[in-house]
């Protein structure tokens, strides 16, 4: 039987020690990377306040990047980043209300987007009718806080943009 003389057996112990407590670490340090202490980003579900301070239309919230639209009792969030490549889309007020259809629906009109970027302009329900963004403005569920009754926007969960939440 072969021995194990006991200077080879105390560098084979302290190999492993070493190995194992190296190994070790990075096993902690690559578990502990799936959970930053720190979150880069903002909340995606906020509250904006109560109903009776937002005035009728658009109301922009340049903090979270959204328009509250209050139309008297109903309200819907609608995202003011432009589609083509972010910028802030501004609304503007039209002198007269006029009638477009959009998707096959005849919707009435108050107010559009535009974007001064590059010229991408959105109806009132965010679809885009003419530059280079691709695609509608996202809008978001709106719903009431039961604690204040305070209205909650939740960026995660987008809804079709006829969608509205009445208080
Ligand atoms: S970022 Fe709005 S049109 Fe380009």
Redesign the pocket.
């Known amino acids: 039987m072969k021995t194990v003389k006991r200077r080879n057996f105390l560098k084979i112990f302290a190999s492993i020690g070493i190995f194992g407590t190296m190994a070790g670490q990075t096993a902690y340090a690559l578990v502990k990377s799936f959970f930053p202490k720190a979150r880069y980003e903002p909340p995606q579900r906020f509250k904006v306040g109560s109903a009776y301070q937002f005035t009728d239309g658009p109301n922009f919230l340049a903090k979270h990047r959204i328009f509250v639209i209050k139309e008297g009792n109903k309200f819907h969030a609608l995202s003011s980043v ?6 802030n ?1 501004t609304f503007n007020k039209l002198a007269k209300t006029k009638n477009v259809t959009v998707r096959g629906k005849e919707i009435e009109e108050k107010w559009e987007f535009n ?6 302009k959105f109806y009132g329900d965010g679809t885009p009718y003419t ?3 691709p695609t509608p403005l996202p809008a978001y569920e709106v719903s009431v806080s039961a604690v204040d009754r305070k209205l909650i926007v939740d960026k995660n969960i987008v809804v079709d943009s006829g969608q509205r939440f009445t208080v």
């Open positions: 432009c589609t083509h490549l972010g910028c889309v974007c001064a970027c590059h010229g991408s530059g280079p963004a």
